[in-house]
């Protein structure tokens, strides 16, 4: 019975952005990923930062060789969520 | 050596505890807002309609509403012990579905003096257009609850696309559960509101047209 749909503003634009820099969405996570680049951007995150926020994130590299998190989520939420990632690589290759 | 415990395994424990008392409490808000709002019912037109409908959140969904509130959705299994499913606002859930919607207002009225302590979180329609779809409160029927009971206000229309939607999205296909929250999703949902909406606006319209006629 819960319901909690927030309104749907400036969300279209962020949108385009991520799919055309090559992210798609996670049902499950929440969450709009790049395996190529390993970044996960987190719905929240979307939506709580303008589009100048996102086009900056988007713009910069990840040369660590690590999964980076926009938000960084716990320790062991990061563990279990890059595990997953990382199957979903495997599989895809 | 057995395994580590997990949150879903904590969780499971906490549910099975609270049961009777959520059991309990469902069937006492049904009745008590039935017998609230029998002064309004007994006095609606043929084509009124106000339908009260309670339940027990299941032992799973509340699992899975408390996981999609944690950060992307899981539990920090360094944390499994630490989750409770009383944080939950509607582990009872009673849904008041009125028809038309100037009905809400009155089942509202109704209502609030036995919600006086209970905190107002209304709904959001999904589209900017449109203002709440739906009032919702949340609080403890009884003092010695040690859970939250809902109770949500709205539109017959409304809910009950909102149930054919709830149903679609998160019980027959858990790969789903997200589905919601994308943004294509969103909009289409935005678009039945405001539709639905439309109609009982107009429908409203009609009837007040009607009612100075005569």
Partial sequence: MARGSSKIGGMNLKEDLLRAAGYFYNFDRLAYVNTAAKKVFAVEAIEDHPEEWLKRKLAEPNTTGEWRFYDEPPVGVRRVFVAELEDARQTHR | MPGRRTAEDYLRSEYVRLLPSLQRTSTAVETEVRHLLLP????????????????????????????????????????????????????????????????????????????????????????????????????????????RSEIQIVSLLVGLFWEVEHAAVYKPSPN???????????????????????????????????????
Wanted: proline fraction near 5%; include cysteine.
């Fill in chain 2, 176 to 214: 789903l559960r997200g589905i919601v929250r994308s943004v294509e999703m969103r909009q289409r949902v935005a678009a039945v509101e405001s539709a639905l909406n439309a109609f009982e606006d107009e429908f409203g319209r009609i009837l007040d047209d009607a009612s100075q006629a005569f």
């Fill in chain 2, 40 to 147: 309004l019912t007994i006095e609606l037109d043929p084509y009124e309609r106000v339908i009260v409908k309670s339940r027990v959140k299941d032992c799973e969904s509340a699992i899975d509403a408390l996981r999609r509130r944690q950060p992307y959705g899981l539990f920090d299994p360094d944390r499994a012990e630490e989750y409770a499913l009383v944080n939950l606002p509607d582990l009872v859930g009673v849904r008041v579905l009125a028809f038309p919607p100037r009905r809400l207002n009155a089942v509202r009225d109704a209502l609030l003096p036995r919600l006086q302590t209970w905190v107002a979180d209304h709904m959001p329609a999904a589209s900017l257009d449109l203002d709440n779809v739906g009032f919702k409160y949340s609080g403890r029927w009884r003092d010695s609850d040690t859970f």
